[in-house]
């Protein structure tokens, strides 16, 4: 009986736990060719084995530093940026009387993050190229400014990742913000307009103390995240223009130039050590914290 | 909500901020369309514009006779997706559903190994090694199914939730007493209660392998590669043979730059890759926000 039951079960959980294993715990295990010398004759396993020597190379050049400013900063700005705007966007949406209006502005702020960073990018070069672009050929004239070369001066480059990233991802974390305000207990409005509380001070009172669980939960988990960026946007939205590296290399970029561009596994594969075992410390710090607050939203 | 001063300021204030995002959000897609529809002359002399001076839909003409790559591109995209999504779920059902049962033995070890993934990660070098090297993916169609995409960790775990809260026990157990077998009630209980979040975790599978490019970045080369391009890949390889040949022009690059699709088909291809999107846009709202409420999007 039990095993007429229970065999079937792990027939079924089967394919997706050898999946699993080869797309996630193989390449767990293939971490350690970041302690070797890669020869490609003898594979991962057969390769001779170097010490720290990869991790010599990588932490004296001034790329490790860069990237882990870049990835980290970028990710903090990220964080903030739509916190701040996703919490705005929610509260003026949830507030809204006209249910057409609020549906017209919910779709607004979905519709970017369903897109392709690709299609992203090409958006991007719509308006930045430097021969046909917007800015160049309309904003900036009518400006009265002179042509600027966007994908070639790096002072711009923080703000406009910044920029695309918060008009791509910024409704996400809105419609989560605004599923949050929607569970508020009505009543505690009701009673702040018998007491004469006008709409900033309800927010203040109510709505921002009501999201600040989910903020923060939201937060944790992001910043558990920190040494992690987003690939596409690093190096689709800049065309992985060689001029801007010092401002667009993230640990992801470099690690996927450095393997498949340069070649250069023994780098590659000590930046990629150095991400997943500091991100990994990161999540479980994370993730415990979010377990202290609020053990539903933490993922163990 | 009363109708004093201070919240008709709000309610205005709301409300134009609300519509300025709605022109950034929409305007920058209607700058795509707009510049593909755009006269190729008027184009270089006036740049991509939201108000062209002079019309052509020699881009989509250009798409429609020459253009048996993009097709085939946009074929493999359909395939990948359909496929892909399609095995993503019955994975991803067939594994939640064992860890949905309170009494599955060995239950905490599964769900270890499930969420395990999800906080550690080999990373891009060894699974492309892995990938490439073992397994020999690269210039196939599975370069584009198998990586990464298959199987997501956080959708097994919320339709193991799902399943668990919304399917009640006693039906699985009724049916259990019935005599029927595993296979049995998976197909016609669980599938059938399933529904509403077999749909919306499908949708985000499908959007995953739809937008997806960077598998064919890492896997597929030179022109074996090429032949397999998913129209994400398509439309990459075109923005960089651009820069390429931007920099190559002081080179003498100019011949093959007149040879290149012009100004305008490159975004009429990317406004036909945005069509599937746009279409489904009402579809994939109310699934996205219902996955919301469902804990569904999470990450």
């Not at chain 1, 229970?6 to 060719?33: D, E, Q, R, S, T």
């Amino acid at each position: 009986m039990k095993v007429r039951k229970w065999a079937p079960m792990f027939i079924m959980m089967a394919p997706g736990l050898i999946y699993l294993f080869i797309n996630n715990y193989i390449p767990m295990a293939g971490l350690v060719i970041a302690f070797k010398k890669m020869d490609f004759r003898k594979g991962i396993w057969g390769s001779d084995w170097v010490g720290f020597d990869n991790f010599k190379y990588l932490f004296t050049t001034p790329d490790a530093f860069v990237i882990t400013r870049n990835t980290i900063l970028y990710n903090l700005a990220f964080i903030i940026v739509n916190i701040v705007v996703g919490i705005i966007f929610a509260i003026f949406i949830s507030e809204m009387v006209n249910k057409h209006m609020k549906q017209l502005y919910q779709s607004a702020v979905l519709l970017p993050f369903l897109m392709s960073m690709v299609i992203v990018s090409y958006i991007v070069y719509a308006i930045l190229s430097p021969e046909t672009g917007l800015m160049n050929k309309t904003v900036l004239p009518m400006a009265g400014k002179d042509p600027v070369s966007w994908y070639s001066e790096t002072k711009y480059w923080p703000y406009i990742l910044i920029i695309v990233n918060t008009w791509k991802g910024v409704g996400y974390g809105c419609l989560i913000y605004l599923a949050s305000i929607i569970g508020i207990d009505r009543s505690l409005y009701e009673a702040a307009d018998i007491d004469g509380a006008g709409k900033w001070v309800q927010i203040r009172t109510i709505t921002l103390p009501m999201l600040l669980p989910s903020v923060i939960t939201l937060t944790l988990l992001n910043v558990g995240r920190i040494f992690f960026s987003d690939f596409s946007l690093f190096y689709q939205v800049p065309q992985n223009s060689g001029i801007l590296y010092s401002v667009t290399n993230t640990i992801d970029t470099y690690v996927y130039r450095a393997l498949l561009q340069l070649g250069d596994t023994g780098m590659a594969s000590a930046a990629g050590f150095y991400q997943s075992v500091i991100g990994f410390l990161l999540i479980i710090g994370c993730n415990w914290l979010v377990r202290k607050l609020d053990r539903d939203s933490a993922l163990f | 909500m009363l109708n004093t001063r201070e919240n008709r300021v709000f309610q205005t204030t709301a409300h134009i901020v609300m519509m300025l995002v709605v022109l950034i959000s929409v305007l920058p897609f209607l700058l795509v369309f707009m510049s593909s529809i755009t006269e190729e002359n008027s184009l270089i002399v006036h740049g991509y514009s939201l108000f062209p001076q002079k019309f052509s839909l020699y881009a989509y003409e250009y798409i429609a006779q020459k253009g048996d790559k993009i097709l085939r591109a946009y074929g493999i995209t359909l395939f990948i997706t359909v496929v892909g999504t399609l095995v993503n779920l019955l994975l991803t059902a067939l594994l939640a559903y064992p860890l949905s049962r309170r009494d599955l033995p060995g239950k905490k070890f599964f769900s270890f190994y499930v969420i395990f993934t999800m906080l550690f990660n080999g990373g891009l070098v060894p699974t492309y090694l892995m990938y490439a090297n073992t397994f020999h993916i690269k210039n196939t169609i599975f370069a584009l199914l198998i990586p990464t995409l298959l199987l997501s960790a956080m959708n097994v775990l919320l339709m193991r939730t799902y399943f668990r809260t919304s399917i009640p026990e006693a039906l699985i157990e009724a049916a259990e007493i019935d005599g029927a077998g595993q296979f049995n009630i998976f197909f016609s209980i669980i599938v059938p209660l399933g529904k509403p979040i077999l749909v919306t975790l499908g949708l985000f599978a499908a959007l995953g392998y739809w937008n997806d490019w960077t598998n064919g970045l890492y896997y597929l080369t030179g022109t074996k590669g090429e032949d397999l391009y998913s129209i994400q890949n398509f439309l990459n390889k075109l923005i960089t043979d651009i820069q390429y040949l931007a920099n190559a022009q002081f080179s003498g690059g100019g011949a093959q730059a007149a040879k290149m699709p012009s100004v305008s088909i490159r975004m009429a291809i990317a406004f036909v890759a945005m069509i599937p999107i746009l279409v489904l846009f009402p579809f994939l709202q109310k699934y996205f926000e219902k996955g919301i409420t469902l804990g569904a999007v999470k990450e």
